[in-house]
C-alpha cells in the first residue's frame, strides 16, 4: 500500500481509504471483517459522515458499537467525518458556525472517540458565511477535537473564499472521480476545442488548484460509471472500456477493481481512493491497484475507451 505525508498534516495516510457509508444494516462480525480486512491491506484511513446511515449519525455509531475500539487502537487510524448536509425538511445545507459544532460533537460522540483527525464540509453551503466557519474550525482545533479540516465536491473559488477567513490549511477535497466519471481531468485534456462538451470548464480547474494549494483529492465513486447509476465494471454499457480493463487486468495479475483505482492512483496529484463497498473481497481486490504502474499508453487508452477525446 503506497502511503505518503497529507499535505498540512503530519499524518502518514494510504492512498486508499475505507469508506463506511453502508454499514449501518451490517452485523458486528460484518462491520469487524470489513474493517481488519481492509486493514490487514494497509488501509488505516477510515471514512465516515454524520448523515451516513438510516438516522443522524447511524453509521458511525454502528462503526463504535461493532469495534469497541481501545484508546491505543483509535490511535491506529485516520478517523475523517464529514459536516453540512441536513436531511430533515431538506435537503439543504449549513455551514453555520453552531450546525458544525454540534455535529462534530455528535460524531465524537457516536463514535466513541475525543477527536477526528480530519472534518470535511460536505458540499458547498449556498449561504455560507465563511467568518461563522473560521469561528467554529477555530473552536474544534483549541479544544482538540478536529487535528484538520477539508471540504468535498467544492469549486477553486469556494475554497479561496474560505481560505480568505480560515487559519487552518485546507487538507483535503472529496470529489466524484472516476475513469468514467472524469470532467476535471478529461476538460483540460480537450481544452480550446470548440463545439466539443468535453472541452467545456465546469470545475475552474479543481485537479491543477488542488495541486497547487496542496489539497488532497479524496476520488469517491471511483466504479461507479456516473452519477450512483450503477458500476461501469463488467458493465455492457462499456464493452470497449471492459475489455482493457480485463487485457491489463490479466497483464498485471490482478482483479478489475485493481485497475479502476490504479487509473487514479497513476495520475501524479497523489490522490486518495474512497472505496464504499462492505465485500470485504472488493476492499482486498482494489487495494491491489495502491501502487500498480500503468503506463502513460495504458491510462491514455483506459481515458480514450471509456469515452473521452484525446485530441
Not at 43 to 57: E, K, M, N, P, Q
Not at 74 to 102: C, M, N, W
Not at 147 to 162: E, H, K, M, W, Y
Request: with cysteine; charged share 20%; glycine share 6%.
Amino acid at each position: 500500500m503506497k502511503t505518503f505525508t497529507l499535505p498540512g498534516t503530519d499524518m502518514v495516510v494510504p492512498n486508499v481509504v475505507l469508506g463506511l457509508m453502508r454499514i449501518q444494516d451490517k452485523t458486528d462480525d460484518e462491520v469487524r471483517t470489513l474493517v481488519s480486512t481492509a486493514r490487514d491491506c494497509g488501509i488505516t484511513f477510515l471514512d465516515h459522515a454524520d448523515v451516513y446511515g438510516s438516522s443522524l449519525h447511524g453509521c458511525e455509531r454502528r462503526f463504535a458499537e461493532a469495534l469497541r475500539l481501545t484508546s491505543s487502537e483509535r490511535e491506529q487510524f485516520v478517523i475523517q467525518s464529514k459536516a453540512g448536509i441536513v436531511t430533515k425538511d431538506g435537503p439543504y445545507f449549513d455551514f453555520s458556525y453552531k450546525h458544525i459544532l454540534e455535529s462534530v460533537d455528535g460524531s465524537l460522540k457516536a463514535l466513541g472517540t475525543d477527536y477526528l483527525d480530519i472534518l470535511l464540509l460536505h458540499r458547498p453551503d449556498a449561504l455560507v458565511e465563511p467568518e461563522e466557519v473560521a469561528r467554529a474550525f477555530d473552536e474544534l482545533s483549541a479544544a482538540g477535537k478536529v487535528r484538520a479540516f477539508g471540504v468535498s465536491n467544492q469549486t477553486p473559488r469556494q475554497i479561496d473564499l474560505l481560505r480568505r477567513y480560515v487559519t487552518q490549511p485546507i487538507v483535503a477535497n472529496q470529489l466524484q472521480l472516476s475513469i468514467t466519471h472524469a470532467p476535471m481531468i478529461a476538460q483540460g485534456v480537450a481544452a480550446n476545442m470548440q463545439g466539443l462538451d468535453q472541452s467545456i470548464v465546469r470545475d475552474d480547474g479543481i485537479v491543477d488548484y488542488c495541486r497547487l494549494n496542496d489539497i488532497t483529492v479524496q476520488a469517491w465513486s471511483p466504479f461507479q460509471a456516473g452519477f450512483f447509476d450503477g458500476p461501469f465494471l463488467g458493465s455492457e454499457r462499456y464493452p470497449e472500456l471492459n475489455a482493457v480493463v480485463d487485457r491489463l487486468a490479466d497483464k498485471y495479475g490482478v482483479p478489475a477493481e485493481a485497475i479502476a483505482v490504479a487509473w487514479i492512483t497513476r495520475h501524479p496529484a497523489q490522490m486518495q481512493v474512497v472505496l464504499g463497498t462492505t465485500t470485504p473481497e472488493r476492499v482486498a481486490a482494489a487495494t491491489q491497484g495502491s501502487d500498480l504502474p500503468l503506463t502513460r499508453p495504458e491510462w491514455y487508452e483506459l481515458f480514450r475507451t471509456a469515452g473521452y477525446t484525446v485530441p
